[in-house]
């Protein structure tokens, strides 16, 4: 094999993570916890009923209702719940915490 070259600088070992990765796609970081971050099985239902199931199973949560066609923010807040509905009120996408 080729000899080192004076000077050159060899890759540092990787250290193993701390903290095990996320269980599921949407848990946010740094934590691990079986917490529910989505709630697939409201879509379809009003936007009074999905904040009552929301807020039964996360304590201190915000809710946002998203109307159609009204623009949200991309930011990330682990509190916060959007819920996308139609004209009628329903839930139209997988509420998910963000």
């Known amino acids: 094999m080729a000899e080192e070259k004076q000077g050159q600088a060899t890759n540092p070992p990787l250290d193993q993570p701390s903290e095990p990765l996320p269980r599921s796609y949407n848990q946010p970081l740094g934590t691990n916890s079986t917490r529910k971050t989505s709630w697939p099985e409201l879509v379809g239902v009003t936007a009074e009923e999905a ?23 991309a930011d990330f807040k682990p509190q916060r719940v959007r819920l996308y509905v139609d004209e009628s009120n329903k ?3 997988t509420p998910g915490i963000g």
């Open 91 to 93: 839930v139209t996408r």
């Open 51 to 73: 904040e009552k199931k929301i807020k039964e199973e996360m304590s201190g949560v915000e809710i946002q209702v998203v109307p159609p066609g009204y623009f949200v923010t």
